[in-house]
């Protein structure tokens, strides 16, 4: 396979590469930045001096293999060896040019002489971050909620006796910043007296996080008869097609 992007005054030997498709987002837009070691020869020894710095970025580590493991992949018309170094999905929290910092590393290979450790770092890497589109924004819109998801509520039971709680569950599923994402808040329920939720996520993270955002009330009806929950609605920005959606729950009878 091939990589796009580009490293720091490459030697024909050994080098390290930064690899991102998304040079363009909106804020609050999941990157899924790379770094790859390449080599046209046997490394010996590989010793990290430098993280890359993600200023201004919330970041989730993916994927820091623990050895190297090489596979064989082109770029700029050559066959090289490329391992893995790191996979962060980073999301920004600003509009600006925002900078990745470069990765530093020493590197060993059969190819120097006498087996001396070389340094390498990758190109700095900037991504333009832009707001989020003003025209048909949803009022009170949280700009972390990018991505996509659905949304969906349930009760643990659908009858209880007088003086019993009752939790409601909601469960928000997709692709995007599931830690940051902004989930409306029940603070009033006719009927029922609600108590802080508890809040926690089960993310997924292989090519970029993806996931469950968990929010759990405990309701305590303060009446008898049938009782109405209304729907919950979740506005969110699809950078796919560039558009506004909402998910929302169907409304809930006790």
Do not use: C
């Amino acid at each position: 396979t091939a990589l796009s992007g580009s490293a720091k005054e490459p030697l024909p030997g050994v080098f390290i590469l930064a690899d991102t498709k998304q040079k363009k987002v909106v804020v609050g837009q999941q990157v899924v930045m790379q770094w790859w070691l390449f080599t046209q020869s046997d490394v010996m020894g590989f010793n990290p001096l430098k993280q890359p710095t993600t200023d201004h970025f919330w970041s989730q580590d993916l994927d820091s293999p623990r050895r190297l493991r090489f596979e064989r992949k082109q770029i700029q018309g050559q066959v090289y060896y490329a391992a893995l170094l790191s996979r962060k999905a980073l999301f920004p929290q600003r509009v600006g040019r925002l900078v990745v910092g470069p990765m530093e590393a020493q590197v060993r290979t059969m190819r120097e002489f006498g087996g001396r450790a070389v340094k390498r770092s990758s190109d700095p890497v900037t991504i333009d971050v832009v707001p989020v589109p003003e025209a048909r924004q949803p009022s009170g819109f949280s700009s972390q909620n990018v991505g996509r998801f659905m949304i969906a509520a349930s009760l643990d039971r659908e009858k209880i006796k007088a003086g019993d709680a009752v939790t409601l569950k909601v469960v928000v599923r997709g692709r995007g910043n599931l830690r940051q994402l902004k989930v409306p808040r029940l603070m009033k329920i006719a009927g029922f007296k609600v108590y802080q939720p508890k809040v926690s996520e089960k993310l997924e993270l292989s090519d970029g996080v993806a996931g469950e955002k968990i929010v759990e009330y405990l309701l305590l009806p303060t009446r008898v008869g049938r009782i109405s929950i209304p729907s919950i609605r979740l506005d969110y920005f699809d950078p796919a097609s560039r558009r506004y959606r909402k998910a929302e729950t169907g409304g809930l009878t006790l």
